[in-house]
Structure formats: structure tokens, C-alpha cells
């Protein structure tokens, strides 16, 4: 069965760097777009970014262009999620989902259990 | 970007009685060229991760049950509880994928009264 396991997340300084993970299992995961989404405590859902299933393309929501990589190995299974330069409003727990199609397109059909990330000094 | 809007925010329903959540977009998530309406909706029960519920706009994803439907279209949809159950309680979200960024509505928090 598919399954998205989210790590890495924890308490980070403002202005620190985070790199969260989501390892992927149960199909072919370097046939699918996979995305981030992140939910502050209480908050609505946010779509971050999305990566095409080879790593050719990615798209960010414009809050963390320039401070936020999304990346794969599609040898390894996993995703990646690289968080520089962050802000207290960046807290939230960090969600991986898998897109529908190579492009991660349509809708997310099968989501992790989150890693939160706390920005605190 | 497309802005969703979702109400009401919250409702509290009495078990076996139906219950609706009107979900607006800012412009059509109806794409004439391929037919498909980039409109889906989704589940967040307590303490768990969002789960799919309804995708391209009217489909059933695997395992939701018949008494889940969406009518509308174009910029207007109304997600509709046929008659709720205690497991129906959570917050339910719709989600444009029709343009990056994609977005969500606010949430809809359904109770059990």
C-alpha cells in the first residue's frame, strides 16, 4: 500500500535552515509529481511547492520562493523539503502528498502524517 | 491566484440529518479542453493528515461512501452529507488544482450535535 513518511522537522532559530524529509513506499515513485503543504497550529491548509516526477520542474507558492527547495532521489525513495532563512510564521506542520500524475497534477490522492517544525528563538 | 471560499465555517448536525458546504471560486475550475473540473475535496479528521474525499470535482475517491455527493459547477459547488454519522465529524476542505498556487478553502468544521 502507498505509504509517505514524513522526518526531520523539530525547533529551528529564526533565520536557521531545516531540511525535512518524506520516504515514499508502496509504488513508483519516480512516476509522480509529489507536493509539500503545511498547516500552522490551528490554521487552514497551504500548498508550498510541487517537484515533476524527474526533478525537471518545480513551483513554489510565493510566501517561500528563494528560501525553500523542494528536491527527490528517485533512487532513494524520498523527497525533500530544504527550509532556509525562517520565519516564525514558516511554524507549521509540514505535510508530503502524492500528486495524481508525473506532474503532480489534478489532486493529491495519499498524504504522510506531517513532521512539524517549530520556529522559536 | 484563485481565491476559495467556503461556507459556513462551522456546522453542527444532528446524526442521520443531511448537511451541505458551498464552496466558491474566484474564477471557473472548469477546463474546457480536457472537460475536467480541477475542483476536490477533503477530510481532516482530529490529530490526522487530510484525506481525499472527492477529485475532479464529482468522483468518489476509493472507499468514500454514496452518501457523499458535490453538485454545482463552473465556480459554484456544494459538497452534501446525505445523512451524517458520527464518523462524518472533522474538517472539511475544498482545493482548487487548476492553477498554481494551488489553494484551499478556510475549512468547515462538522460537529455532531
Known amino acids: 500500500q502507498v505509504q509517505l513518511v514524513e522526518s526531520g522537522g523539530g525547533v529551528v532559530q529564526p533565520g536557521r535552515s531545516l531540511r525535512v524529509s518524506c520516504a515514499a513506499s508502496g509504488f513508483t515513485f519516480s512516476s509522480y509529481g509529489m507536493h509539500w503543504v503545511r498547516q500552522a497550529p490551528g490554521k487552514g491548509l497551504e500548498w508550498v511547492a510541487v517537484i515533476w516526477f524527474d526533478g525537471s520542474n518545480r513551483y513554489y507558492t510565493d510566501s517561500v520562493k528563494g528560501r525553500f527547495t523542494i528536491s527527490r532521489d528517485n533512487s532513494e525513495n524520498t523527497l525533500y523539503l530544504q527550509l532556509n532563512s525562517l520565519r516564525a510564521e514558516d511554524t507549521a506542520v509540514y505535510y508530503c502528498?502524492?500528486?495524481?500524475?508525473?506532474?503532480?497534477?489534478?489532486?493529491?490522492?495519499?498524504w504522510g502524517q506531517g513532521t512539524l517544525v517549530t520556529v522559536s528563538s | 491566484d484563485i481565491v476559495m471560499t467556503q461556507t459556513p465555517l462551522s456546522l453542527s448536525v444532528t446524526p442521520g440529518q443531511p448537511a451541505s458546504i458551498s464552496c466558491k471560486s474566484s474564477q471557473s475550475l472548469l477546463l474546457h479542453s480536457d472537460g475536467r473540473t480541477y475542483l476536490n475535496w477533503y477530510v481532516q479528521r482530529s490529530g490526522q493528515p487530510p484525506q481525499l474525499l472527492i477529485y475532479e470535482g464529482f468522483n468518489r475517491f476509493s472507499g468514500v461512501p454514496d452518501n457523499f455527493s458535490v453538485s454545482g459547477s463552473g465556480t459554484d459547488f456544494t459538497l452534501k452529507i446525505s445523512r451524517v454519522e458520527a464518523e462524518d465529524v472533522g474538517i472539511y476542505y475544498c482545493m482548487q488544482t487548476l492553477q498554481i498556487p494551488y489553494t484551499f478553502g478556510q475549512g468547515t468544521k462538522v460537529e455532531i450535535k
Open positions: 502528498a502524492r500528486g495524481q500524475n508525473k506532474y503532480g497534477s489534478y489532486y493529491f490522492d495519499y
